[in-house]
C-alpha cells in the first residue's frame, strides 16, 4: 500500500484503448490506492454534505464504485442505474447515441419517489451523455437532478453543453489528449 500519492498519478492513462486515438483514463489505479480512493469519497461527501441530496443515482458499472461508499456515508439510498436487461423488476428506459452505435440505460420505478433530488454520478464524464440520459430515467419518475459529479472530467469534450442546468462537479480534469 502506498503511504503517499497524487491522484493525477492513480488516474492510469492508456492509449489507444477500447479504440486507436482515444485516451482511456483508468480509474482502477484508484481503487488499489486506499489513499487516493478515501481521499476521493471525502472530497465527495464534503462538497455534498451541506446539500439537500435524498439519493444518488450511479452509472454502472464503475460509478457504483465511488457511489456505495459515499451513500453509506451519507445515510442516503443508492440507486443503481444499469444497462438494459439488467434490473429485474419494472423500469424506465432511455436510449441514447454513442460515438458509434447507441446504448440504454434502465433504472427500476420503485426505487424513484416524486420530487425526490438526486445526484447522478459516473467514474468519468466525457460528453455527457450518459449522465444526460440518467437524467431522463429518474426524470420519468418525476425526480429531480440536483447534480452531476465524476470523479474524472473531460471538459474539453464540452459535456457542459449536454449537462446544462444542472451543477457538475468533477474531481480531476484533462484537457486534452
Ligand atoms: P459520456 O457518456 O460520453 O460522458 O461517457 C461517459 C462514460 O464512458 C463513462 O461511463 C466512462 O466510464 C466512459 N468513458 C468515456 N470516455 C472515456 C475515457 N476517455 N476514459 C475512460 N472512460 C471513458
Known amino acids: 500500500m502506498k503511504s503517499t500519492y497524487s491522484l493525477d498519478d492513480a488516474i492510469r492513462k492508456i492509449p489507444d484503448f477500447p479504440k486507436p486515438g482515444i ?16 481521499y476521493c469519497i471525502d472530497r465527495m461527501v464534503e462538497m455534498y454534505k ?11 458499472s464503475r460509478g457504483f464504485i465511488f457511489a456505495a461508499p459515499f451513500a453509506e456515508r451519507m ?15 419494472k423500469t424506465w428506459a432511455c436510449s441514447y447515441a454513442l460515438e458509434y452505435g447507441k446504448a440504454e440505460i434502465e433504472v427500476h420505478q420503485a426505487d424513484v419517489t416524486p420530487g425526490m433530488r438526486v445526484l ?31 470523479v474524472v472530467g473531460l471538459p474539453f469534450l464540452n459535456y457542459d453543453a449536454v449537462l446544462k442546468d ?11 489528449e
Open 166 to 176: 444542472v451543477p457538475v462537479r468533477t474531481l480531476i480534469e484533462y484537457f486534452g
Open 120 to 150: 447522478v454520478m459516473d467514474d468519468l464524464i466525457a460528453t455527457g451523455g450518459t449522465l444526460n440520459a440518467a437524467k431522463n430515467v429518474l426524470e420519468q419518475g418525476q425526480a429531480q437532478v440536483i447534480g452531476f459529479f465524476g
Open 75 to 89: 445515510g442516503i439510498p443508492l440507486i443503481l442505474i444499469r444497462k438494459k436487461g439488467k434490473l429485474p423488476g
Open 50 to 60: 451541506n446539500e439537500h441530496v435524498d439519493a444518488i443515482a450511479a452509472i454502472e
Open 23 to 38: 485516451l482511456f483514463y483508468d480509474i482502477t489505479g484508484i481503487l488499489v490506492n486506499p489513499p487516493a480512493f478515501k
